[in-house]
């Protein structure tokens, strides 16, 4: 019979409500019997319709789904009594089941207040399965970001820089191994660590200006000195980038610092030869200029004492004006080899031999209150270089030596082959390769470093007005440089100094022989009124060695630059020696002049006189078959010359 009454009316419309919802739901009444249910907790459990029946036990339930294992293996009484005993008890709870099919159940029961209680069932598979996969993905990312951070810690502490990470409270959340070491940290130490409390305070007054303005948004980049855990006094270069999020908001700032010493000193050295590069080409030039008043000097002055031979007064006059031109004309040498003029003879030199033979002499003279000592590390192939010149530049290092300590103190002569690579070649201004390095140091007070830097150039000197000139160390810079090498300075403070001179390695062994040098003076010539056309663009000169060729025996024509001379040569057939300066006005200096001679006129006989050449004259002079003459220059050793002449 069908209840038509208005309650059971609203029974229906209530039952049809509950079976749209989408999750099982049961109400039982105190005493554990079934008050109300929907369809979907039937059609989800795959329940019989039998247990539908308002009025069923809680047990039935449990009986079905204990028999057909929903509870897994084991007693059904004893199951079904377990279940039917917590449901007695009325207490919230909350449980998932994984049901023989996979899906997972959540089952959550509430107490009623009058009794009894009411339990809803949701098939929750899908949410389990998305927040596993999002604890997955959790754990994944979790694992790749500590991974990351492993790998960013291992490129950053290998990193040859110090870096780090500052947030806007200036604390310190990211450093490197290499920044915390640097200031006395671990890494893990320095974390958390404010900034003025690990840079300190004098460090931090210089640098917190420079923080404060990259933590304002604004990159920046500066120098500063700091002696590092070692005690060294480094140079370093620090930028300081701010750390901007996605708005542009400043939430800290980076630190990236480079340790520059080394680039300063290279820079300083760059600088240092680049300077005496710049004065060597000047000294050539004032030298140029004063061997040719030399020469006009000591032409005059030599032609004035022939004269005076009878007139014994007068001699007395001429002899320390010749005395003093001979001096200058010393003082110049010296000056045009610090200029890179002549490179001597380079040949392969046994440098350790060099050394040996040099340090016996010195033992000999040196006072016994100085220790002159050789080390050789091993043995080193011969270098290329003029011997005697290698001679006078250790020579000049040892006498320096010598004064620096006060005739009290040890001189060392350390000789080893080394390796120059490209980077320290470019510095050193050599190219890569082997080279024989010979240091000489001393237990002297060593050089301030303003002395250091200004230690090769002529006449500087720190010795007392008349006992030294300022040309030694000059001259030995002069004497690298021309033989393709290269000499520092060293000098700690209080420590003594040691300068380290370069010269290139030599595959060979053979050494010069007595006569592979030829004498200004050998197979002296005199004219018996042969034709010699002088070329030299400077009148005072010009009437000097015109008057010397006039003394020698030979007619003497005259030309000032190279076009008037080959003019001449054309148009006079009777010219037998051509007599020039290498250096002159116009397009074409002395050995060009001498190579178009011979061309016109292959008999002409030539020879070359010369007060400086520049880097690509010595190279042409190196070249060239003419022989040379240096002014200023006697007339015995101008005899020599035409005597020579090819």
């Given at each position: 019979m069908v209840d038509e009454?208005?309650?059971?009316?609203?029974?229906?419309?209530?039952?049809?409500?509950?079976?749209?919802?989408?999750?099982?739901?049961?109400?039982?009444?105190?005493?554990?019997?079934?008050?109300?249910?929907?369809?979907?907790l039937f059609d989800l459990f795959d329940l019989p319709d039998r247990l539908a029946v308002p009025g069923t036990h809680f047990s039935e339930f449990m009986r079905h789904n204990a028999e057909r294992g929903e509870y897994g293996e084991g007693d059904v009484a004893a199951m079904v009594a377990e279940r039917v005993e917590r449901a007695r008890a009325f207490r919230p709870h909350y449980l998932e089941r994984i049901r023989p099919n996979g899906d997972v159940v959540a089952i959550k029961g509430e107490p009623l207040p009058g009794g009894g209680f009411v339990t809803t069932y949701t098939i929750i598979t899908d949410q389990r399965l998305r927040e596993e996969a999002l604890e997955r993905a959790v754990s994944d990312r979790t694992a790749a970001l500590r991974d990351s951070e492993q790998r960013l810690r291992l490129i950053t502490d290998a990193i040859p820089a110090l870096i780090a990470r500052i947030d806007t409270d200036t604390r310190y959340t990211f450093a490197n191994r290499r920044y915390a070491a640097w200031f006395g940290h671990t890494v893990d130490s320095i974390l958390g660590h404010p900034v003025a409390g690990v840079l300190g305070d004098q460090?931090?007054?210089?640098?917190?200006?420079?923080?404060?303005?990259?933590?304002?948004?604004?990159?920046?980049?500066?120098?500063?000195?700091?002696?590092?855990?070692?005690?060294?006094?480094?140079?370093?270069?620090?930028?300081?980038?701010?750390?901007l999020d996605e708005s542009g908001q400043v939430r800290g700032c980076f630190v990236l610092s480079l340790d520059i010493t080394e680039q300063k000193q290279r820079e300083a050295e760059l600088q240092q030869a680049q300077k005496m590069e710049a004065v060597g080409q000047l000294t050539g030039g004032v030298a140029h200029d004063f061997n040719n008043l030399l020469t006009i000097i000591l032409g005059n002055v030599n032609a004035l004492r022939a004269r005076a031979a009878d007139h014994p007064g007068l001699a007395e006059l001429v002899e320390p004006v010749i005395d003093a031109a001979n001096r200058g004309s010393s003082l110049v040498n010296r000056l045009l080899?610090?200029?890179?003029?002549?490179?001597?003879?380079p040949r392969p030199v046994d440098v350790a031999a060099t050394v040996v033979d040099l340090t016996r002499l010195l033992r000999r003279s040196m006072p016994s209150s100085i220790e002159v000592v050789t080390q050789l590390t091993d043995v080193p192939r011969p270098a290329k270089a003029d011997r005697s010149q290698l001679e006078n530049a250790l020579l000049n290092l040892a006498l320096n030596a010598r004064d620096a300590m006060d005739g009290r103190g040890r001189i060392l002569f350390t000789i080893a082959e080394t390796q120059v690579e490209p980077a320290r070649a470019t510095v050193l201004g050599v190219a890569p390769g082997g080279y024989v390095r010979i240091d000489v140091g001393d237990t002297g007070p060593g050089m301030s470093e303003e002395v250091r830097r200004r230690a090769f150039e002529p006449f500087f000197t720190t010795k007392e007005f008349g006992s030294g000139n300022g040309l030694g160390l000059s001259t030995v810079y002069g004497f690298a440089r021309r033989s393709s090498g290269m000499v520092t300075i060293a000098s700690p403070p209080g420590e003594g100094a040691t300068v380290t001179l370069y010269l290139p390695c030599t595959e060979a062994t053979d050494q010069p022989s007595d006569d592979d040098s030829e004498s200004g003076e050998r197979n002296p010539a005199t004219g018996t009124g042969e034709l010699v056309l002088l070329v030299e663009d400077d009148t005072g000169v010009r009437a000097v060695v015109r008057r010397q060729l006039n003394d020698?025996?030979?007619?003497?024509?005259?030309?000032?630059?190279?076009?008037?001379?080959?003019?001449?040569?054309?148009?006079?057939?009777?010219?037998?020696?051509?007599?020039?300066?290498?250096?002159?006005?116009?397009?074409?200096?002395?050995?060009?002049?001498?190579?178009?001679?011979?061309?016109?006129?292959?008999?002409?006989?030539?020879?070359?006189?010369?007060?400086?050449?520049?880097?690509?004259?010595?190279?042409?002079?190196?070249?060239?078959?003419?022989?040379?003459?240096?002014?200023?220059?006697?007339?015995?050793?101008?005899a020599g010359l035409m005597g020579r002449s090819v």
């Open positions: 009454s208005p309650s059971g009316v609203q029974l229906k419309l209530l039952q049809a409500a509950l079976d749209h919802i989408n999750q099982g739901f049961t109400v039982f009444d105190r005493e554990l019997r079934l008050v109300a249910s929907n369809r979907w460090l931090h007054q210089e640098l917190g200006p420079r923080i404060r303005q990259a933590l304002a948004g604004e990159e920046t980049t500066y120098e500063y000195r700091r002696a590092g855990p070692d005690g060294r006094i480094a140079e370093m270069r620090s930028t300081l980038l701010p750390d080899a610090f200029a890179r003029g002549s490179a001597g003879e020698l025996g030979y007619i003497v024509l005259e030309a000032e630059d190279a076009s008037e001379a080959l003019d001449m040569i054309r148009s006079i057939g009777e010219i037998r020696y051509l007599i020039s300066d290498v250096v002159m006005p116009g397009q074409m200096n002395g050995i060009a002049l001498a190579n178009e001679a011979k061309t016109l006129t292959p008999a002409i006989r030539v020879g070359l006189i010369s007060g400086y050449a520049d880097g690509h004259g010595v190279q042409e002079i190196g070249s060239s078959p003419f022989p040379v003459l240096a002014k200023p220059f006697a007339t015995e050793a101008l």
